[in-house]
Structures are given as structure tokens and as C-alpha cells.
């Protein structure tokens, strides 16, 4: 009886996490999920204009003069955008290392992308 009852617990939990991940995406926010991935990362926090940026993981330029300053977060963090980009890049980037960026873009309703 007990193992029965942890099994729908842990399905009742998996559909609630799914259903606020919509819930997130439909209204133009960034989902627990792509947290988690973010702090797991160890990408920092990053909010431009008080909405809070959609982390999409590590990239390596192999040359630093392809990107640019771009602004600065509400924290104060340096962004960048590569080079050639439009005003509003559709990435921005967070330096690590000397190389190596996180990549981030604003969240967009789905039917706006």
C-alpha cells in the first residue's frame, strides 16, 4: 500500500512541475527548469530592465574581439553581444573566463518568437 502511495506522490509531483513550467513559459518568464540548469552551472542571476534573462548555457569565442559591451545588468554585471548583431542582439552574454561567456536571451511568449 505505502509503495503505491509514494508512486502517485512522485507522479502528482512530476505533473505539477510540468504544469507551472507552462504555466512560466506562457507568460514570459523563466521556468524552474531552466533555473535549476542555470544554478547547477554556476551562471549568475541576470536581470536587464527588471526582467529576469533565459539562461541557454556556455559558449567559447576563440576570438575576444567578436563581441562587444552591450550594457550593464541591474546588478551592475557587464553583458556583451556579438559583433554584427542588431540593438537588440538576440543574445547576451556574461563573461567567466577569459573566453569563455554564458549565453542568455530575454523569454518570449511563444507565439511572439
Same mark, same amino acid.
Given at each position: 500500500?505505502?509503495?503505491? &502511495?509514494? %508512486?502517485? !506522490?512522485?507522479?502528482?509531483?512530476?505533473? %505539477?512541475?510540468? $504544469? *507551472?513550467?507552462?504555466? $512560466?513559459?506562457? !507568460?514570459?518568464? /523563466?521556468?524552474?527548469?531552466?533555473? $535549476? &540548469?542555470? /544554478?547547477?552551472?554556476?551562471?549568475?542571476?541576470? /536581470?536587464?530592465?527588471? #526582467?529576469?534573462? *533565459? =539562461? #541557454?548555457?556556455? /559558449?567559447?569565442?576563440?576570438?575576444? #574581439? !567578436?563581441?562587444?559591451?552591450? *550594457?550593464? *545588468?541591474?546588478?551592475?554585471?557587464?553583458?556583451?553581444?556579438?559583433?554584427?548583431?542588431?540593438?537588440?542582439?538576440?543574445? %547576451? =552574454?556574461? &563573461?567567466?573566463?577569459?573566453?569563455?561567456?554564458? &549565453? =542568455?536571451?530575454?523569454?518570449?511568449?511563444?507565439?511572439?518568437?
Amino acid at each position: 500500500m505505502g509503495k503505491k &502511495r509514494w %508512486i502517485k !506522490s512522485i507522479i502528482i509531483l512530476i505533473i %505539477i512541475l510540468f $504544469m *507551472s513550467e507552462l504555466v $512560466m513559459l506562457f !507568460s514570459g518568464k /523563466v521556468g524552474v527548469l531552466n533555473t $535549476m &540548469r542555470r /544554478v547547477t552551472s554556476g551562471a549568475p542571476h541576470v /536581470v536587464l530592465k527588471g #526582467q529576469t534573462l *533565459s =539562461y #541557454q548555457g556556455k /559558449v567559447n569565442f576563440d576570438d575576444i #574581439q !567578436s563581441v562587444e559591451g552591450y *550594457s550593464t *545588468s541591474d546588478e551592475g554585471a557587464i553583458l556583451y553581444k556579438a559583433k554584427g548583431t542588431p540593438i537588440s542582439p538576440p543574445w %547576451i =552574454y556574461v &563573461r567567466k573566463e577569459n573566453t569563455t561567456f554564458f &549565453r =542568455y536571451k530575454l523569454p518570449k511568449l511563444p507565439w511572439k518568437l
